[in-house]
């Protein structure tokens, strides 16, 4: 019987470009389809470095509109 399971690449050396991180948001890169680029969300595709960057901002300024991420309480004691 085949393997039916879809290979996972877990490491990004693979990628020529790099993920892009404002303040407290981050868009990944990723491969669709053998084109390198990076993962919006909404699972959105694009090849733009400037789009990703500008999508980037946005989702940071959500967050700050929300309120930032909390600090976890007592990370030392966790798990």
């Known amino acids: 019987m085949k393997d039916s399971r879809a290979p996972q690449l877990r490491m990004v050396e693979h990628l020529r470009c790099d993920d892009i991180q404002f303040g407290l948001a981050i868009v990944k890169a990723s491969k669709l389809q053998g084109s390198e680029g990076w993962t919006l969300p909404g699972c959105k595709f694009t090849r733009n470095r ?19 991420i909390p600090l976890v309480a007592k990370v030392k004691r966790a798990a």
């Open 50 to 68: 400037i789009e990703a960057y500008n999508v980037c901002k946005k989702i940071h300024n959500i967050i700050e509109a929300a309120g930032g």
